[in-house]
């Protein structure tokens, strides 16, 4: 079986087709739902806001003569990526008659995801030499990460069954295939730290580079089901649910290019993705990014899936979590250069007006980059010394952190070489350091988390300036008049707060106050704004098992959700203290809804 993986890198090259593609088919769809609508109504009584939102309108139900086949079964999976393939092997090797709806055509199944699978306790990964992370510990880190918005049960699901379902989704794998999957920065006999530590915040190592191994994983989920005689229908897109008269979901209609198939179920799993090419989905949604935008900006979806599950949860009554996160594209390194050269470390960030405004070692990447949204228009400028590595490995181990493991630094000081003998102009003189640039900034067998950085960073390096002093730096970098004097007059007070080892302006933690003193000094920019966002990761609100609630927070009999298209799992953004944990939660609860479901038949 063929299908298409989007990786971060080939996401470079395909993302304008497959990404307009995508969001062509949403805008279609709503149109359709819009014009086809015949007695379309509100699936419940919402705010005056809501009932404007037409993705929120159910359309009406298919005509008889309209349906070409009706089928029976007793999990229903709509969706087979990350989550539903998972859900969809579960299910049927937990005994139940399962069938599948896919959007895509056989063989024209893509992939999402750049393979960084994020967990906890595998046999994997205690086979490798990397220590049992402490449930308890990990999962009152998320609810911190996300201000307790998360839902605790289904986190703590999640934590304790996370290590499991890696062992299960690659359990057809060799010893040396096993071998030969890198984790992020884990080192031969390490005997570093396995959970860092900054403002509270804490993060691991656990990301399994599952590469090329992600797809025939999934495919061999479908194989499973398909052999205790499960039903796959490519190319049928979920259109509705249908319910009975006390709102028990009790299966659901597939459109096709013919017509629609009906299947009875007795469970459905919604495990249709995110929203992200749905623009009215991420105007109504995404209120937050939407709300600091400065004028003229919008929320640009890279990449990502129409919303069309979440819409037929919510036509059912369900509730979609207000908090709806994306993963990058809100606090993600606010700038038109979204990558930052040096991942997660910790430098001096100064603003337009040549301000420090944040503690920058603040937890993780989107944590970190929070303040910057909010400072003045204008570009936002990195800074650092010579002396960059000692910061580097103080990084925490999360998502965009530079995984000092397995990436060859020869390449960021070949740009920094360049950027001083580039003088005013910095490393943008040198041509050969573009594919350089891209060790750095790659996610693939660098072991690199840059997720769309890696990707727009290839495009766009950043042009990285270095001088002997801070005053040249700072008119590099484009300060003048005032905003220079400021410039380096924060230089100055940031390593005078460095000689105290006590940040008294933002709290940073104190093994990060590492004065600029060993010249050159370099800089590199981006202009703020919030960047594009890769996928969505709110939706319908679920039970700690994945059952999807209705308006008064109660469990609609027969519905479930799994993955990107449910909600109370990441707060405002996608924050985690491994990189790659919105894989690892897709087909973890994937699995273990999969089960659940299969247990209800
Ligand atoms: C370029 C890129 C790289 C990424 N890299 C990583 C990474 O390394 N690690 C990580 O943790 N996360 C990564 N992510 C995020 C990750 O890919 C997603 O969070 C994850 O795929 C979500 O899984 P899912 O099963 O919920 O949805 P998806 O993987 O999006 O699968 C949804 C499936 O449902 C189908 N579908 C949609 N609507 C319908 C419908 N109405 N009827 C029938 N079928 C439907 C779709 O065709 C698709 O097959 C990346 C994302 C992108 C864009």
């Given at each position: 079986m063929s299908s298409n993986v989007i990786t971060r890198r080939g996401f470079l090259v395909g993302a304008g087709t497959i990404s307009a593609a995508i969001a062509m088919s949403a805008d279609a769809a709503i149109a359709a739902e819009r014009s086809s609508t015949k007695e379309g109504k509100p699936a419940s009584k919402g705010s005056v806001e809501q009932e404007a939102s037409s993705w929120r309108i159910a359309p009406a139900d298919p005509d008889d003569d309209d349906v070409i086949e009706t089928y029976d079964c007793d999990v229903l999976v709509i969706g087979l990526g990350q989550a539903g393939s998972c859900a969809l092997r579960a299910a049927a090797e937990a005994g139940a008659r399962v069938a599948a709806f896919e959007a895509a055509e056989e063989g024209n199944r893509v992939i999402m995801g750049g393979g960084q699978v994020g967990h906890i306790n595998s046999q994997f990964l205690a086979e490798r030499g990397v220590p049992k992370v402490d449930v308890v510990e990990f999962m009152n880190d998320w609810q911190v990460r996300s201000n307790n918005r998360s839902n605790p049960g289904l986190i703590m699901n999640y934590a304790k069954n996370c290590g499991a379902c890696f062992d299960w989704l690659f359990d057809q794998l060799t010893d040396d295939d096993k071998k030969s999957m890198q984790i992020r920065c884990l080192t031969d006999g390490m005997t570093g730290p396995f959970m860092k530590e900054l403002s509270g915040i804490k993060s691991w190592i656990g990301t399994a580079m599952t590469g090329d191994f992600i797809e025939p994983a999934l495919d061999h989920c479908l194989d499973v089901a398909k052999s205790e005689g499960g039903r796959i229908f490519w190319g049928t897109k979920g259109y509705k649910l249908i319910q009975g008269g006390d709102g028990t979901v009790t299966g659901v209609w597939g459109k096709t290019d013919d017509g629609f198939v009906r299947v009875n179920a007795a469970q459905t799993i919604l495990a249709t993705g995110g929203y992200g090419a749905n623009e009215q989905m991420r105007n109504d949604l995404l209120w937050e990014i939407n709300q600091l935008q400065e004028p003229g900006q919008t929320s640009k979806a890279m990449m990502d899936q129409d919303g069309s599950g979440i819409c037929m949860g919510v036509w059912a009554g369900g509730r979609v979590d207000p908090c709806s996160g994306?993963?990058?594209?809100?606090?993600?390194?606010?700038?038109?250069?979204?990558?930052?050269?040096?991942?997660?470390?910790?430098?001096?960030?100064?603003?337009?007006?040549?301000?420090?405004?944040?503690?920058?070692?603040?937890?993780s990447t989107e944590l970190q980059a929070m303040p910057g949204v909010k400072q003045p228009s204008g570009d936002i400028c990195t800074v650092f010394d010579s002396d960059i590595e000692t910061l580097l490995a103080a990084q925490p181990y999360g998502h965009m952190a530079l995984d000092m493991a397995n990436t060859d630094l020869a390449s960021l000081h070949a740009t920094m070489d360049a950027a001083y003998a580039g003088g005013e102009n910095g490393s943008a003189g040198n041509t050969e350091l573009d594919s350089s640039n891209n060790d750095i900034t790659d996610d693939g067998a660098s072991g690199n988390d840059n997720a769309a950085g890696g990707i727009v960073a290839s495009m766009t390096p950043p042009t990285v300036y270095a001088a002997d002093d801070f005053e040249t730096l700072g008119s590099y970098l484009g300060y003048e008049g005032e905003s220079l004097d400021t410039f380096v007059k924060t230089i100055e007070h940031y390593n005078e707060l460095c000689a105290q080892d006590k940040d008294t302006d933002f709290g940073k933690d104190p093994s990060l106050m590492i004065g600029l003193t060993k010249p050159p000094y370099y800089g590199y920019k981006g202009t703020k704004q919030i960047g594009a966002l890769m996928v969505t990761v709110g939706g319908l609100l679920i039970d700690a098992d994945g059952r999807v609630l209705d308006q008064k927070y109660n469990a609609i009999p027969g519905l479930w959700a799994a993955g990107n298209a449910s909600g109370g799992r990441f707060g405002w953004q996608y924050f985690t203290s491994i990189a790659g944990q919105s894989l690892s939660m897709a087909q973890t609860m994937g699995m273990v809804t999969g089960k659940a479901a299969a247990a209800q038949k």
């Open positions: 994306t993963m990058d594209g809100g606090y993600w390194y606010p700038t038109d250069k979204p990558v930052d050269l040096l991942g997660a470390t910790a430098a001096l960030w100064i603003n337009a007006d040549g301000k420090r405004y944040s503690n920058e070692g603040f937890g």
